[in-house]
């Protein structure tokens, strides 16, 4: 909860959904201390390089498997492994879809829900992401979004291009947004993180972790090509 008014569900779009404090201090605790984990090398959180030349302002660590623009592969950049997505992440994931849909979660394509990558992203007070749609994934079940720490201006676009029409909204340490259906290709990026808005409470004294998780209707392959 953000002041003394509490924030309310939202449902951003057709198949957007934005739920407020989802998670509490000791859960976003335990995320942010299993982020940290899954940060140290081998197959560590790096800056992404991308075909430009240019490089990502978020830092990033994949588990299931490894995104480099535009595709997955099994193997990171320092030649390592990608870790693991731990099954009680990917359980999450099922409980956070079915919080957003409920009964038409069936609807948007999550009524089984197996996510088995995730992205975790670290946004230090100056770094955003760009407007991109996520479509890397062979599979068109939802996208979920946990948010911790620092609080961020995310922008929700349509599925045609990087412009207008979009919206903005603030998200909190412990909110969730998942998008599907409709909006699984939306554009949308991050416009700004609020610097001085951390909850040391939640062992992150700076900054923003981002998880997103994602089915990628991906079969391993039987040799990796990096």
């Known amino acids: ?25 000791e859960r976003q605790a ?24 240019a490089v990502m302002s978020v830092q990033t660590v994949c588990l299931g498997w490894h995104w480099v ?7 990171a950049d320092d030649g390592a ?7 009680w992440l990917a359980a999450l994931g099922r409980q956070a879809v079915a919080d957003a849909y409920g009964v038409d979660a069936a609807a948007f394509h999550g009524a089984d829900y197996r996510a088995d990558v995730a992205l975790v992203n670290f946004y230090d007070d ?30 929700l676009g349509n599925t045609e291009n990087r412009n207008r029409p ?9 909110d969730l947004l998942v998008f599907g259906g409709p909006a699984r290709l ?5 416009a700004k993180t609020f610097a001085g808005s951390c909850r ?11 998880i997103t998780l994602r089915e990628s209707g991906l079969s391993a392959p039987s040799s990796d090509q990096k």
């Open 1 to 25: 909860m953000t002041g003394l008014v509490a924030r309310q569900r939202a449902d951003l779009a057709p198949g957007a959904v934005h739920i407020p404090d989802w998670l509490g201090a």
């Open 30 to 53: 335990e995320l942010v201390a299993a982020c940290r984990e899954w940060a140290r090398p081998p197959a560590g959180m790096r800056h992404t390089l991308l075909p430009t030349g």
């Open 69 to 75: 623009p535009y595709r997955y592969g099994k193997t």
């Open 81 to 87: 492994p990608v870790k693991p997505l731990p099954d």
């Open 126 to 155: 100056v770094a955003r992401m760009g407007m991109h749609q996520d479509r890397e994934e062979q599979s068109t079940a939802p996208v979920v979004s946990i948010s911790l720490g620092a609080a961020c201006m995310f922008r």
């Open 166 to 174: 979009w919206i903005d909204v603030r998200l909190e340490s412990g």
């Open 186 to 190: 939306a554009f949308h990026g991050v």
């Open 200 to 210: 040391s409470a939640i062992g992150l004294a700076t900054g923003r972790l981002n």
